[in-house]
C-alpha cells in the first residue's frame, strides 16, 4: 500500500454552489531553459468543512493518489483527473497525516480531534468504509482562536523503527508521538514534548546541522513573535530541544519549511507572513544557513511582498534539480505562484492562477503519477473548495511512468542499438526527485519498454520515489533504460 505521503467562513451559499464541476486552464508557465508546463484546474469540491489538514496519498491502491482532507477523502477518479471526485466520509477529526502504521494492506490516517489525536483505519483494502481504531494520545488546547494546531508533520525524528507523527497545539507546545512497533491499536503512544515556545500555526522538520536528524523549524512565540528558530534534534528521544533563533520576520510568521536553496549543502528555510489579508504587505523571506547552524541572524532574502501567504510548500516543479517554492495567498489577488530556482537561490516568478483561495494549500504531488508535479489547496474564507491544478508539463510524451523493482527490459533493445552514456547521480530523497531529460534540450530522451517484453518503444519520464539512500546508474542507449 503506497502511504506517501492547514477570518470568518464564507458567506456564499452551500447549496447555490452546488456540487458543479469547474474545469478551466491557467496560463503557460515558461522555465527559465524556455521550456513550457501548463496547469489545468478543477474544482475537486465546492461542499467541504472548514478544516486544516490536507495529505494525498493512494489510500484505495488503484496507482493514483486521492486527497484527505478534514473528515473526507476524495477519491481521484483517475485519468486526466477531471472526473468526479467521490467523497468518503471519516469517522472523526480533522484528518491531517497518512502514514503506514502496522505494515498492512489498509490504509491508516491521523485525525485531529482536539484534544485528542485519533488513528482511523480503512475497513477494506479499497478504502470505501473507515474507522477509529485508537485514542493515539491528546495535544492540549487552549482557549485560542482555533480549535486546533495548525502544524503537523512526519518525520524520522528517532533513527529506526516507522516515522513520528508531530502536532503543534494551541498551547505554543509541539509534541512528536512514536508509533509502537507492536500492538499500535491500544494507543496511547509515547509521547515527547519537543518545545513549549513555538507557534501554532507552520512546522516543519529538516536537518539543519547536518548531523542526519531532523531538527524542527517553527516560530519563537515567547521572543518576539516575529522571531523565526530551529530546535536541534537530540537524537536520544529526550523533550525540551535546545532552541537557536536564526533571525525576524517584521510580521507574524505563517508557514515554514527548509530545504538547500542555493547548493551549499547547508539547509536553508523559507517563511511566509500573515496578516489582515486587506493590502499587500505580507513578506516571503528565505534565509541562508551560515557555515554555524547555530549563528543568529542569517542573511534573510526577499522573495516577495504580496497578500497574506498562508500556503507554502518546497519542490522541485520544473524537474530541473534543485528545489523550488510554492506559494498561495489567503485574501487579496489570491495568487497561486511558483518561485523557479536557479540553483543559486535566484528566483522567477511563474503565476499559475490567481482569484483561488489558498490556505494550508498550495501542496505538491503527483496525483496521476505521470512523473510531474500537481498543486491542491484548501481554503479557510471559501472553506467549501478544494482546488486541484493539474500540471501538463509540455512536449513531454504521455506514457505510463516505469517503477523501482520492475524497469524496462535492459536486453530487449532494438537490433543494432547500442548502449549509450551511463549517468551516476546520488541524492538524499527527502523529497521525491524526478530526473527528467527533454529531447529539445538533451543529447537524448530516456527511453522505455512497455510491457518489459516488448520490443515497441516509447519516450517517458523516468520517476524515482527511493526509500532510502540509493545509487542509480541508468544506462542509456536511444530505445532502453537500465536501472542498475
Known sequence: MDKRASSPPCAHSRAALGSAVVLSCAALVSTASGQTFQFTYHQVSANHRQVFGLAMADVDGDGDLDIVSGASIFKNPGGDMTGTWTRIALPVGDAMIVTDVDGDAFADVIANRTPDIARLEAVDAAGTQWARRAIVGQVPANSGFHATGQGYATAQIRPGGRPEIAFSGNDSRVYYFEIPATNPQAGNWPRVEITAQASEDGIAFCDVDRDGLPDLLAADMYGPIDNVAWFRNPGTGAGSWPI???????????????????????????????????????????????????????????????????????????????????TGEHRGAKELAIWLNDGQGNFTKRLVDSGKESH??????????????????????????????????????????????????PNALRPGVTSGPVIGRTWDPVVDHTLFMPAATADFLLLALAPTNSTTPFGTLLCLSPVGHIHLDLHCSDHAVEVA
Open 244 to 326: 537557536f533563533r536564526i533571525g525576524r520576520t517584521g510580521g507574524w510568521v505563517d508557514r515554514i519549511a527548509g530545504a538547500d536553496l542555493n547548493g551549499d549543502g547547508r539547509n536553508d528555510v523559507v517563511v511566509t507572513e500573515e496578516n489582515i489579508g486587506s493590502v499587500p504587505d505580507a513578506n516571503v523571506y528565505w534565509y541562508e544557513q551560515p557555515a554555524n547552524p547555530t549563528s543568529t541572524n542569517w542573511t534573510r532574502h526577499l522573495l516577495v511582498r504580496q497578500y497574506t501567504t498562508n500556503s507554502l510548500d518546497l519542490a522541485d516543479m520544473d524537474q530541473d534539480g534543485d528545489v523550488d517554492v510554492v
Open 360 to 409: 494550508l494549500g498550495a501542496r505538491s504531488a503527483d496525483l496521476d503519477q505521470d512523473g510531474d508535479l500537481d498543486l491542491v489547496s484548501i481554503c479557510y474564507d471559501s472553506w467549501q473548495f478544494v482546488h486541484l491544478w493539474r500540471h501538463d508539463r509540455t512536449g513531454v510524451p504521455s506514457a505510463q511512468v516505469p517503477r523501482l523493482g520492475t524497469p524496462p527490459n
